[in-house]
């Protein structure tokens, strides 16, 4: 590694498992401070330990305000300042088109896309109130660029995430904070397990993750690695004249 993000403290949401604790690995291997904020605690001090004294755990449910300040607040508490936040944090729960309810609508949104503005706005004020500039990187999807029939819920909140993205990249361009996402494709991440558990109960085996996988053109599906150098190269000094912009990892599936 290179130390890219030597001595940066780097809060990644979601970070207790899958892509997430792939970037946080990555953090620490570049010389940053990572904060595994996760709604599973226990996962999240297990990364946070295997990752030793430059991370910490902390408990957050991105939907609620109060917890995701009080995750920035104790980032910097640890490590004395902010220098950049990963929206990372996310859920899916499948059903066929017609049968989506208020209910999972709402819920999806709710950690997907809420999450996402909330965090953005909750790191933002960090970085105004420490007087820094300072990196946001969400994790959007290709579900966000294209609609799947039974992810509709979360391609419209990862659609809503592309949006955020541009629109906080304009409002905070003149504070010097810049705000980027990355699309992943299809990952081999718990998510997709239980994807692929529900799709079975639905009655569609073969609609989950192999069969998305056979149309990826460099022929396989990624893993939570392929993400960290695009996750590093967003939250390093490298990207500074970036912002507002959503980078595709997925192998050459969607191709927009």
Known sequence: MTDRLLGKTIVVTGGASGIGAAIARGVVAEGGNAVVADLDRT?????AAELGSRAIAVQMDVSDRAQV??????????????????????????MPFLDITETNFEQVMRVN?????????????????????????NT???????????FAPYSA?????????????????????????????????PLWTKLDADLAQMGKPDAGFESMAADILLGRAAVPEDIVPTAVF????????ITGQVIPIEGGMILV
């Not at 629109?167 to 904070?177: E, G």
């Not at 939250?235 to 004249?241: E, R, V």
């Open 113 to 137: 896309a809420l999450g996402v503005l909330i965090g953005i706005q909750e790191a933002a004020r960090q970085f105004l109130e420490q007087g820094s500039t300072g990196k946001i990187v």
């Open 157 to 189: 909140a990862k659609a809503a995430v592309i949006s955020l993205t541009q629109a906080a990249a304009r409002a905070l361009a003149p504070q010097r904070i810049t705000v980027n996402a990355f699309a992943p494709g299809v990952v081999a991440t």
């Open 234 to 241: 967003l939250a390093a000094s490298d990207s500074d004249y």
């Open 69 to 94: 300040r009080a995750g920035v607040k104790r980032a910097v508490q640890a490590f004395g300042r902010l220098d950049a936040y990963f929206n990372n944090a996310g859920m899916n729960v499948p």
């Open 43 to 47: 996962s999240a001090e297990t990364v």
């Open 140 to 150: 959007a999807s290709i579900a966000g660029r294209t609609g799947f029939p039974d």
